[in-house]
């Protein structure tokens, strides 16, 4: 998008640059930190930290990474849980012009060593909790990294490893040094690598612009403001927090750090801190409905708690019972590749007088763009066509927008898979409901064919979450040699109660689904899960040959 | 700001135009119409228009627009008042590439006429109540303008003109038409001529992407939702009703349409449209704090009215008045050149506490940019150097961002001197308070020099606002032998109250203001004001001459 015009009427006019200026999230901290500079930004266990504190210490450490010799358009890494410093890096990296690349902090040692390597990162910021595993990693690259040992007083587990620790290293900054000047708002910006990549890492690059809108966007979609209260529910190396980082700063709300999520910790600070908001994937909203009665709140609070959920469909019983603890659910789809939230299920006003299931029902959708998510498409894959609207015919969901992925790092093949006909092919199937609310029935991978019908997986895992024994259920295609493929049934109990046998279950399914559509097996265990708390169906569909 | 970067890691990177789509108003509404599909976008009177019938009028009349032979980048011009069609031609003219010019409905046929001229308008649309005055015009115009008439039953106030009928022209739009393919977001999006320019017009240019940003900037700012119902007493004319219509539709709030401000009928929608924001200048605000008590409501509303002001710093008078009411203000600042509002006087929360009288003077400031405003300084304007943050040297408020204008139409020599060092050029003297918010202390020209000294008018005008018979007061500079120059005071009293002689009014000035600022005249009379409302300085320091 050049600002060359066709010669017009309105072509010969210049504003010597007043006119234009790059969009960043770094002008979001350069505002409030002014702006609000008295209020508290960020609040971890007894610390407090003002917006104009958290402003200049981002500032003073973008200083100390220029000042170790980090060059703009190079990588710098980080392995932290949701601490303060983790905050402050996804303003001061962007800051000198290098990219933030936030690591998994469940990742082993290899996988570790293997982005940093592809990253060609320069310097790793390691939390004193993940120093094992992050000297492991360091051991098996091949190039000397520069790195920062964080430390936290509150915890005694792990150690610290680097050279300096992150405060004598913030503190060394020079803040007469003068950061990078972002002048194209396309720059990169960030670096996230795709769970379950092996062998063919892919490298997600978020740019300045996409980070700064995708921001906006979540803020609109989630009715953030300056009076909100955001709990870190949701991991900061996870789609750069699905860009809430930026999000909660660009209007001066106050985010509230923890370090891991335990469901009494969690309904702890909702309470002292007066919470407004959070973000989680559906388990953890499952660990906060199954937590023990003596860590719930005895009232339920006046003004609920805003969640924004995604990563998968929240199941109606999910949405139901946070509804029934005083949480307000908002449903989004997104994947790293669109900045994570792409989609939101919008609420109308008529379904508020809806039954409550069938309320949730209409919120598992997936919905529709957010005000700056650009467009959404269900299409056939062949044709590129969209499907009708009719809530049947499945399709697959593009997307196309300012909140679409740069492109994978040092990947042109997987990029240009990716963005076939110009649009962001996102693997998961769906249908277009006439309203325009798109609803994914699986991902590409997850669809069972059985006797040439299409069967979706979550479709058979939302009639088992009725069950009023079943804590989580994972379906997967079974090959079968008279109809190809079966759906192959995985299910956890919830504490306590009892065995469904397989013809009780077959019995339930059957009041909820067509025939060829119930589960052949039904197999009780543990469910395989990826560090994002997503289940691993690549992996149930090993087991399920075996069954 | 190119795409293109220089050779690093990260400068491969292609995904065939997925991930950048040009910022636009225009994806607003095709967003909004299906997702807030059955909602009511705009009320006017008895009709209730949804949002999808919005969008696809928007539509239709873009191909009617095209249909006739307009292209991208000429002018179509609009006469109409705050009436629903003049929101659909806020989003179908940007569609069809064609730029939207709204004239100011109070100027005379000979000014309306060189507007039509100097932007070389290809279309002119007339609500039926400007019938005379926009006839007049074009009889002065050498050019042949197509003329639509907009009819409106509920007026029976001047006649219709032109070949064709709106509702007549819209239908005759051809749906399967191809719409302007924005490519470049900083093309023109509409043309706006600033109010007191006579001989030398000045055309102020919007962009796509400036009109998209601000319009985010203000949702932000006045904290607008889906759930939002937003009282049309901002004249659509003026910059674009400050960008509003973008702003209320982009999240799907409802408008409320009115012909005419009326405090009677004002009150009577907010009360009977459940109305939660507005913006209007101060002087309606004052239209509303003195409309007969029978017009007012008996009842405070449980939740206030959020209402937007700014063209003039609010008297502290008018924000207490406006409160006690039940309205809740919130004070921006801008010009026609920064798309209207550019700055906020972000409410603190310690002001809550404050008493009313403090808390009105921190919020009768300028304040800070809005989130996507950009940058504000007070610069020594010879040396461009930002003043000292001291609340007291006075220099010249400078912005720059991308809610700053393309530039002045057909105008370089004024472009330039307005951008000159890269910063937008307000005319406003203001200082810079510690806290970071400006406060706009006088326009260049409106300061007052007695004896060498700096008077700021506004200081003076808002001393006299204290005095309990003023209503309304103007002070310009009146040319003195000895000091060179004094303050003269022009005033209107309230209805009902008595003129207090100048050694009262002299004497309640000494209260407030030093020895050398209190005005050496007092003048009883109506203050003459522009077609937006604003007190005409120039014209009362002819007058002044002559006292």
Redesign the interface.
Known sequence: ??????D????????????????SPI??IQ?VS??????TAIVYGERRISYAEFGSRCRQLAAAIIGVGIE????VSVLCPNVPEMLELHFAVPMTGA?LNTINTRLDAKTIATILGHG?SQMLFVDREYADVAEAALAMCDRKILVIGIDDPAVDIGRMIGGTDYETFLAGGNVEEPLFDL??????ISLSYTSGTTGNPKGV?Y?HR?AA?NA?GN??AI?L??SSTYLWTLPLFHCDGWTHPWSVT??GGTHVCLRAIDPVEVFRLIDAEDVTHMAAAPIVLSMLIHAPDEAKPTTVRSVPVQVATGGAAPPSKVIDDMETMGFKITHLYGLTESYGPSLIC?M???WVSLPLSTRAQKMARQG??H??A??CQVVDPETMQPVPADGKTIGEIV????T???????N?KD??K???????HSGDLAVMHP??YAEVKDRSKDIIISGGENISSLEVEEALYQHPNIMEAAVVARPDDKWGETPCAFITLKPGTDAPTSDDLRAFCREHLAAYKLPSHFVFSALPKTQTGKIQKNVLRETAKEV
Not at 399 to 402: A, Q, S, T
Not at 418 to 424: E, L, P, R, V
């Open positions: 998008m050049s600002d060359v015009q066709t017009s009427l309105y072509s010969d006019l210049d504003m010597q640059g007043a006119d234009l200026q790059p969009l002008h979001f505002r002014y702006v609000f500079a008295k209020k703009p358009q190079t990588t990219v060609e002048r194209d708002e396309t720059m990169p690059v740019s996409g809108l906006l803020v609109l009715g403001s300056s660009s209007v919008e109308q006003e008529d529709v763009p005000v700056l650009g467009d997307l196309r927008g300012n679409v992925m740069k492109g994978y790092l040092k042109p990029t240009a990716a963005s076939a006909g110009g649009w962001f309203d325009g």
